[in-house]
Structures are given as C-alpha cells and as structure tokens.
C-alpha cells in the first residue's frame, strides 16, 4: 500500500496523482471523518471525499487532495495504517521529500530511505534478503535524524503494528512543488518493486504541475510549521 | 507525598489551563488573519497570479525566491519598493486559464506573475544579486552592516 499525502514539495501527492493516471487506478475506498475541515472535492461534476484511497488487483494507494490539519493528523494517520492491516497490504511505502535546503543546486535529486526494523535496513542496504528477494543495488538509508510529519507517523505505526513499512524521501524543495522529486521517488518504488513506472508524462507536465499545485502547496506548508516541521534539520542528541 | 502530589496536579491544572488559552488565542489569531489577508492566489481583473515565495533571513543576507513555472527569463523583474517590499513580477510563455484547470464556475485568463514581499530587516539593495534557474528566481540581499562595538 502506497501513500502520497502532502509533506514538503508535495513530492508524494505528485507521484501519487501520477500512480492513478498511469496505472488507472480507480477509487476503490474513501477517509469519512469529521476531523477534516467541511468540504468536498469536485471531479467532472461528481463530489469525492479529499482523503481516498485509489488501487487495482495489486496495489493501493492513499493520497489527500488537501493538507492534513496538524491536530488531526495522528488520528487520520492511525485509521489509514489499521484499514491497510484490515486488507492485509504486506507492504507499506509512503512516497514523500525530504527537505534540501540547497535543493536549487541539486540537478538530481539523492533519495533515501527509511524502514520500520532492522530486517528490512538490512534488505534495502542490499546485505541480506527479505522474503526470498534480494535488491540489485542498495539504497541509501537515512540512518540518523528527526521525521517529521505524516511519514513519521506511518512509519511509527506500521512500526507498532508490525506491518513492513519502506519510506522513500526524495530530496525536496521545501515549499515549492517539486515533480522532478517525485519523479525520483517513483524511481526509486520501481527499482524496489521491480514495476515498469513511465515518468516522461511527469516530467514533461513539470511546470504545469508546479502551477496547479501552488494553492494546496501553501497550506501545506502552514500546516507543516504546525507540526514543527523544521525539526528535521535538527542533530539529534543520543550519545 | 499527598500533598506533594496534590500540589503538582494543581499546576499540572494551571498549565493545562494556560495550554487550553494559548490554543484558543491561536486559533482566533489565525481565523482573524483569514477573514483579512486570505484571498484567492489569482486576480481575474489584474490578469496576474500571485506565485509562491520565500523569504529566508541569514545572518549575512536575506534570499528571496519565487517559484515561477512558465515564466518568460527576460521578462522577470525584481524591484525594491522603499526599503523593505521586494516587488517581482514576470511574463508568461502562454495564457493561463481557469479553464485549463477544468474550472468554469469562474472566468479568469491570466498572463503575469506578480507578488510583494516583505524584507523583514534592513539590507543593502544594490549589493543585491539575482539568479532565475529552472524557473525559480532568487534574489540574495546583504545585510546592512552596523558598526562594531569594543569588548573592553
């Protein structure tokens, strides 16, 4: 089950309204809470719910099409986490950016990640297998540091409920969408996958992507100050 | 040990009390502020859509920048309005409308970036130095230097 909810560059909700274009992937379930703010999504006349979850015989997929308030986040998060449980997903790998603040320099961006025990480190650093699959070349794991935000939580509860969980970060504007991020995150899911992901359209749709994008990207952005977002950067203290 | 603890659960109140205020503070603070400054990213009379921008405070400079897709290179303009609103404005390669955004409720055709930002301390606007890449254009601003003061 795979996650694209609004972090910093949007890098997640990019791959993820890419993921439905290219797989048609139909909306097969949706987020009824009150927790949300009193509105609704209109697509060719029809209203939908702004949470939903998108998939196919393979695949899910949960994306938002507004930010998450920060004070309901925990419990949205939880909810997501247990119904993937429910519908035994044997993976979880939320798609998201890590903040670089020299992004502007960066011509490819590096993408990390970030896995809920030790078993599957070991997988994605290409030491050991997991589930009879080996990967052909490791991925650089973000061994130190504060998350912050959505995937902190998917990660925590996945963690807690013993489900396997892969993050991958994809270096990141921090409050400007950034396709070429979700680009690379899509890469990277591909390469783990071992699933054909077309990301020409992506690219090519840049700059009207980073156009649409601008209304939710800023109250993302809001919401992600909530959260104490800037923690990231912080060196933790653990000796 | 009773009254040890009693004593804490009345802070514990105190401080949950204060927590409850500084919440409610907030959230009028921010209600207000939408009710006055929150408006749509676009102005259908003015032909312009606002872009997004950032303004970062370093102790040497400040870095402004704006994220602007489909802009025109040469048509960005950057232009200090008194001492501290940055203006920028910039053409775009093609129309935009709200109906390329499946919009029809609302009529609307735009063809510039235009924003104002505020510079929150003093700088040195003709050290400024201006970069557009990738469609994003960031403009470094130094700081104003004061004078040094003598440690004793």
């Known amino acids: 089950m795979l996650y694209g909810l609004p972090d910093v560059g949007l890098v997640g909700v990019i791959a993820a309204s890419h993921m439905v274009s290219e797989f048609n992937l139909e909306e097969v379930a949706f987020v009824d809470t009150d927790m949300l703010p009193p509105m609704i999504v209109l697509h060719k006349g029809t209203p939908h719910t702004p949470i939903r979850i998108f998939g196919n015989n393979e695949l899910l997929l949960a994306v938002s099409e507004i930010a998450i308030p920060a004070d309901s986040i925990h419990r949205i998060i939880r909810s997501l986490v247990k119904w993937g449980k429910e519908k035994e997903a044997r993976i979880m790998i939320p798609l998201g950016g890590i903040p670089a603040p020299n992004r502007q320099e960066i011509t490819e961006p590096k993408v990390f990640a970030v896995a809920s025990s030790p078993q599957l480190v070991e997988w994605l650093e290409g030491k050991a297998e997991w589930k009879g699959r080996r990967v052909d070349e490791p991925f650089n794991i973000l061994q130190e540091g504060y998350m912050v935000g959505p995937y902190a939580l998917v990660l925590q509860y996945c963690m807690q409920e013993n489900i396997p969980a892969v993050a991958f970060l994809s270096q990141a504007f921090y409050n400007y969408p950034d396709p070429q991020a979700a680009a690379m995150a899509l890469k990277a899911l591909s390469k783990l996958m071992g699933i054909q992901i077309d990301v020409s359209q992506l690219l090519e749709k840049g700059e009207e992507i980073r156009l649409k994008a601008r209304d939710i990207m800023k109250r993302t952005t809001k919401e992600l100050a909530k959260m104490r977002k800037t923690q990231e950067y912080d060196i933790p203290l653990y000796v | ?152």
């Open chain 2, 1 to 152: 040990m009773a009254s040890k603890k009693r004593r804490r659960s009345l802070l514990d109140l105190i401080d949950e009390y204060m927590r409850t205020i500084e919440e409610e503070i907030e959230e009028r603070f921010e209600a207000l502020h939408n009710l006055f400054f929150e408006r749509p990213s676009w102005n259908a009379r003015t032909r312009t859509i606002e872009p997004l921008c950032n303004v970062l405070v370093t102790p040497d400079e400040v870095v402004v920048t704006a994220d602007l897709p489909y802009a025109k290179e040469d048509t960005v303009k950057v232009k200090l309005l008194g001492d501290d609103v940055l203006e920028i404005s910039a053409e775009m390669k093609r129309k935009i409308c709200l109906e390329d955004f499946g919009i029809t409720h609302h009529e609307g055709e735009f063809s510039e970036f235009h924003c104002r930002v505020n510079i929150p301390v003093p700088v040195s606007a003709e050290a400024k130095r201006v970069s557009f890449k990738n469609g994003i254009l960031e403009v470094r601003l130094p700081r104003k230097r004061g004078y040094e003061i003598k440690i004793e």
